[in-house]
């Protein structure tokens, strides 16, 4: 005689239900099915008739089930109360649904049962120190009343529940309970099981759950822990629900990952998952060993999900993840630098850059007449054009597809008052940004240009209010990047020690110390460079106080070519 | 929203409702098999016009992945496509001789199969060179992902379009009919969009890609649209509002999550830029019938006549979903 029986909760699929019934029922488990009373006449007899041939298979008294509400819990009592009578050799019966699985023979089912004939196998967690549900209604589904559907009134449901809050509407809970809730898939001994069903105060209990918010989470979940002596919180059916609450579902892909987790039954099956039915369901289907079950591979795969469903991936934007500024979790995918004014001041600063730090640094990405990537190609990681008016058509997106494209591989570029200037504040608000800036090393290639005086007139005055500009969005509160400044004339009074705290503060970067030290243009004359410009009426004042009289550089020798060493 | 310019909307959804109906006058029905569709299938909707190459796949692709009935609007094909699909017993054919710009670049075709045929379905409105991918399109049919969208009462997913092209000139290798367009133009731009948001419509604006960079370098903002919702659980009120970029009402339009988190995604393949495509794109250029006065088709045309090669030492070649996954073009939300 069978120890094992299961009740099973039907709506669809009732041909995937019929399956799993006969698959239990020829193993010996006796079956009571309830089937929801809005499953029509002729899909039901039909479903009956499917079963006829199978003697421990019943049907019982039908009800209209609407998820959420007392009429589940009603269908699995009449269900539960049929098997108990008809069935007097079951010791163990199993809630199970018309869309679960089982993954391991039932013999095993059986054999684990049997070795622990008074464990009650119901996952039920109090809610004081639990938070069972996604958002709110956690203590409330136990002291508010919920008479609308949540289905079909959401409107009167909320207003209802919002009514209460602010009225502060408190039930009494019934004496001798707490509440507890737990996945509506339980395994409970006949003991345990009848003691609820017959319990002298059903009646009184029933009323007070059947205004409780989804009650077959926590109907039986709280009474068990009155009747039971030997409780496993956690339920033998694999079930996962996602952050709407709505279980995940199985498909053919699953089949390995659900074999390994050693679980006895799944929930839900896809039911056009043909190969998974075909598979766990053929009579040479055996279990490989006695093992326990280990959903924690599952679990991991659907908080994967989750987390990709709710945080998503940082710096990504595409077509379903754009989110509101502020929202990004990370504007830009991983930690990029970006030196202002440095290729100006230094000859060659992007190579010695490069061999500092082993990685590819790119010129100036928003120079006017093309994006410079490294190696000076036309289009760069993800087809990237090189192109400025593509460039300069969103040069936001352009940062973050670059940043994106480029994951894992830090990048480094240069940036200059002349370029485009677009994404600056963009920038200043990256966490991920490491900004060094040199004001005024715009007047060193000044310098050094062959122009007509006038024109570099025009020209400085034209920089200075576009870097001026910039540092202000830099010194923005709110700024989030990494963010250094410097006058020219600050920033030569000890450029390696500058250098060397810019790397510093890169991750990833070798952290031994500069020895090697990018090569400065020629200063000589540049003060009086200045002055001129002074004269001119166009006061250089982002250059910082550069001294007038007597400087050399101190780094810089005669050819400009020795190395510099430090100690 | 203001309530006013919700009103605009909602008059502007009965507006290509309206012309829908109008437009649909000019349509002859040549094969109707739309007893045989039952409750749950999941119905395409394609408008064409000398495309006789390419159905003997985009047939195949689509029955493989769960398609039940496909409705033909054929604009004046003079290759056989209307004979050929008014023999398969799985598609309904209409066909006109009519403006196709003039229907609004035949979706009032659309729009009107839609509301007659498609209330109720999961309907999927792509071109001919459209192929959907979406996650797990390699295991799952599309029955399946239509099944959990509706479970998480999501009603339209979104899809962007994704350009494929050959290595080498385009013309190159020729396309044969039954082939997977793929094994040709199997490489993509995986890294080089642009998006905005379209408050008025709710929608994303996505441009860029291969077409973008090659043919759109003077006006970025002229380059294509790559944003498209090809499928959605239709209700007779909803109306595309230009090609399948976006719907109305405008919540439809929302497939994107804007906190952070990603939604479930596709991805239709473009298999424009085969062999057969500089043929089509001199036709196009003369009938002139298609967006913008055929800015585009000047532009492909100007371009192609250089021999173009869209293939770069950056471009990605197609593997699978989970690539695209992996890079960032669709996601699987919370699908798992």
């Keep these: 005689m069978s120890t094992l029986g299961f009740v099973m909760l039907c709506h669809t699929a009732l041909h995937?239900?019929?399956?799993?019934?006969?698959?239990?029922?020829?193993?010996?488990?006796?079956?009571?099915?309830?089937?929801?009373?809005?499953?029509?006449?002729?899909?039901?007899?039909?479903?009956?008739?499917?079963?006829?041939?199978?003697?421990?298979?019943?049907?019982?008294?039908?009800?209209?089930?609407?998820?959420?509400?007392?009429?589940?819990?009603?269908?699995?009592?009449?269900?539960?109360?049929?098997?108990?009578?008809?069935?007097?050799?079951?010791?163990?019966?199993?809630?199970?649904?018309?869309?679960?699985?089982?993954?391991?023979?039932?013999?095993?089912?059986?054999?684990?049962?049997?070795?622990?004939?008074?464990?009650?196998?119901?996952?039920?967690?109090?809610?004081?120190?639990?938070?069972?549900?996604?958002?709110?209604l956690n203590e409330e589904r136990f002291q508010f009343r919920f008479p609308f559907s949540w289905k079909r009134n959401r409107h009167f449901f909320d207003r209802y529940v919002e009514l209460q809050r602010k009225v502060g509407f408190r039930r009494r809970i019934p004496?001798?309970?707490?509440?507890?809730?737990?996945?509506?898939?339980?395994?409970?001994?006949?003991?345990?099981?009848?003691?609820?069903?017959?319990?002298?105060?059903?009646?009184?209990?029933?009323?007070?759950?059947?205004?409780?918010?989804?009650?077959?989470?926590?109907?039986?979940?709280?009474?068990?822990?009155?009747?039971?002596?030997?409780?496993?919180?956690?339920?033998?059916?694999?079930?996962?629900?996602?952050?709407?609450?709505?279980?995940?579902?199985?498909?053919?892909?699953?089949?390995?990952?659900?074999?390994?987790?050693?679980?006895?039954?799944?929930?839900?099956?896809?039911?056009?998952?043909?190969?998974?039915?075909?598979?766990?369901?053929?009579?040479?289907?055996?279990?490989?060993?006695?093992?326990?079950?280990?959903?924690?591979?599952?679990?991991?795969?659907?908080?994967?999900?989750?987390?990709?469903?709710?945080?998503?991936?940082?710096?990504?934007?595409?077509?379903?993840?754009?989110?509101?500024?502020?929202?990004?979790?990370?504007?830009?995918?991983?930690?990029?630098?970006?030196?202002?004014?440095?290729?100006?001041?230094?000859?060659?600063?992007?190579?010695?850059?490069?061999?500092?730090?082993?990685?590819?640094?790119?010129?100036?990405?928003?120079?006017?007449?093309?994006?410079?990537?490294?190696?000076?190609?036309?289009?760069?990681?993800?087809?990237?054009?090189?192109?400025?008016?593509?460039?300069?058509?969103?040069p936001e997106a352009f940062l973050k597809n670059l940043i994106w494209n480029t994951r894992g591989e830090r990048q480094v570029f240069m940036f200059g008052p002349q370029d485009t200037q677009q994404h600056g504040a963009f920038m200043a608000n990256d966490a991920n940004a490491q900004i060094s800036v040199i004001t005024g090393a715009w007047a060193v290639r000044l310098f050094s240009a062959n122009r007509n005086f006038a024109d570099i007139r025009a020209e400085a005055a034209r920089l200075q209010r576009r870097e001026a500009k910039f540092i202000e969005t830099l010194r923005e509160r709110g700024a989030r990047a990494d963010i250094r400044i410097w006058t020219l004339a600050e920033f030569i009074e000890d450029p390696m020690e500058n250098l060397q705290g810019i790397l510093d503060a890169m991750e990833g970067a070798p952290l031994q110390r500069l020895t090697e030290a990018p090569r400065m243009r020629d200063l000589r004359g540049f003060p009086q460079f200045l002055q001129s410009l002074k004269n001119q009426g166009m006061n250089p004042f982002v250059v910082g106080d550069f001294p007038q009289e007597g400087y050399g550089p101190p780094m810089q020798t005669g050819d400009g070519s020795r190395p510099y060493l430090v100690q | 929203?203001?309530?006013?310019?919700?009103?605009?909307?909602?008059?502007?959804?009965?507006?290509?409702?309206?012309?829908?109906?109008?437009?649909?006058?000019?349509?002859?029905?040549?094969?109707?098999?739309?007893?045989?569709?039952?409750?749950?299938?999941?119905?395409?909707?394609?408008?064409?016009?000398?495309?006789?190459?390419?159905?003997?796949?985009?047939?195949?692709?689509?029955?493989?992945?769960?398609?039940?009935?496909?409705?033909?609007?054929?604009?004046?094909?003079?290759?056989?496509?209307?004979?050929?699909?008014?023999?398969?017993?799985?598609?309904?054919?209409?066909?006109?001789?009519?403006?196709?710009?003039?229907?609004?670049?035949?979706?009032?075709?659309?729009?009107?199969?839609?509301?007659?045929?498609?209330?109720?379905?999961?309907?999927?409105?792509?071109?001919?060179?459209?192929?959907?991918?979406?996650?797990?399109?390699?295991?799952?049919?599309?029955?399946?992902?239509?099944?959990?969208?509706?479970?998480?009462?999501?009603?339209?997913?979104?899809?962007?379009?994704?350009?494929?092209?050959?290595?080498?000139?385009?013309?190159?290798?020729?396309?044969?009919?039954?082939?997977?367009?793929?094994?040709?133009?199997c490489w993509f731009d995986s890294g080089n969009y642009t998006i905005e948001r379209n408050w008025t419509y709710g929608n994303l604006w996505i441009q860029g890609g291969p077409r973008a960079r090659a043919f759109f370098k003077d006006l970025p903002a002229r380059a294509p649209a790559l944003n498209k919702i090809p499928l959605v659980k239709w209700h007779r009120s909803y109306a595309y509002a230009s090609s399948t970029h976006m719907l109305l009402p405008r919540g439809l339009n929302l497939v994107y999550d804007e906190w952070g988190g990603e939604k479930t995604s596709g991805v239709l393949l473009h298999a424009k830029f085969l062999d057969i495509f500089t043929e089509k794109a001199a036709e196009e250029l003369e009938r002139r019938q298609h967006y913008a006065a055929s800015a585009e088709y000047r532009a492909y045309h100007d371009g192609l006549n250089e021999n173009p090669d869209f293939w770069t030492r950056w471009s990605e070649k197609y593997i699978n979903w989970r690539q695209l996954e992996i890079l960032g073009l669709m996601s699987k939300g919370n699908w798992a």
């Design chain 1, 16 to 136: 995937r239900a019929a399956q799993v019934a006969r698959h239990w029922a020829e193993r010996d488990c006796p079956v009571v099915i309830h089937v929801d009373k809005s499953v029509g006449r002729e899909r039901y007899d039909e479903f009956r008739k499917d079963l006829a041939d199978l003697e421990n298979v019943r049907f019982c008294k039908r009800h209209r089930c609407e998820w959420g509400t007392w009429s589940l819990v009603e269908a699995s009592q009449t269900a539960s109360e049929m098997i108990l009578r008809e069935f007097p050799g079951v010791r163990h019966v199993y809630l199970a649904s018309g869309s679960c699985l089982p993954l391991r023979p039932v013999d095993d089912l059986r054999a684990y049962l049997s070795a622990r004939p008074n464990t009650d196998f119901i996952e039920s967690v109090t809610i004081r120190d639990v938070d069972w549900t996604v958002g709110g």
């Design chain 1, 175 to 394: 004496e001798g309970i707490v509440p507890h809730l737990g996945s509506q898939w339980w395994c409970l001994t006949r003991q345990t099981l009848s003691a609820i069903l017959e319990d002298p105060r059903r009646r009184e209990l029933e009323r007070y759950f059947k205004l409780v918010w989804i009650p077959d989470e926590s109907y039986y979940q709280t009474l068990a822990r009155n009747y039971a002596r030997n409780i496993e919180s956690r339920s033998l059916t694999l079930s996962k629900f996602d952050f709407q609450g709505k279980p995940h579902v199985f498909y053919d892909d699953h089949l390995h990952l659900l074999r390994r987790s050693d679980c006895f039954i799944a929930r839900k099956i896809w039911p056009k998952a043909t190969r998974l039915y075909a598979t766990f369901l053929s009579a040479d289907h055996t279990g490989e060993r006695m093992a326990e079950p280990a959903p924690g591979k599952i679990d991991r795969v659907f908080s994967k999900a989750l987390e990709r469903r709710t945080r998503g991936r940082s710096g990504l934007y595409m077509h379903s993840r754009f989110p509101n500024e502020g929202w990004e979790n990370g504007r830009t995918a991983a930690p990029y630098s970006m030196f202002h004014g440095f290729n100006d001041l230094f000859d060659d600063f992007e190579g010695w850059l490069s061999r500092r730090l082993g990685t590819t640094v790119h010129g100036n990405l928003f120079a006017p007449q093309k994006a410079r990537f490294a190696g000076g190609g036309d289009v760069y990681a993800g087809c990237l054009s090189a192109d400025p008016k593509l460039r300069d058509y969103n």
């Design chain 2, 1 to 185: 929203m203001k309530a006013a310019r919700r009103y605009a909307l909602r008059l502007e959804r009965r507006k290509y409702l309206v012309r829908a109906w109008r437009k649909s006058r000019s349509l002859l029905p040549v094969a109707d098999r739309t007893d045989a569709i039952r409750p749950k299938d999941i119905l395409c909707f394609c408008t064409l016009r000398n495309e006789r190459v390419r159905l003997k796949y985009f047939l195949s692709y689509y029955r493989d992945r769960g398609v039940s009935h496909f409705f033909f609007v054929d604009n004046d094909s003079d290759d056989g496509t209307r004979e050929y699909l008014a023999q398969q017993p799985d598609c309904s054919v209409w066909t006109t001789d009519a403006s196709y710009k003039r229907a609004r670049f035949g979706m009032d075709w659309i729009n009107r199969l839609l509301r007659l045929y498609g209330h109720g379905h999961w309907c999927l409105t792509v071109d001919p060179d459209e192929f959907l991918v979406y996650p797990f399109s390699d295991t799952r049919p599309i029955p399946a992902l239509t099944d959990w969208l509706g479970a998480s009462s999501i009603k339209s997913f979104g899809t962007m379009l994704l350009d494929m092209y050959p290595k080498g000139a385009i013309t190159a290798q020729p396309y044969a009919e039954g082939q997977n367009p793929f094994e040709i133009a």
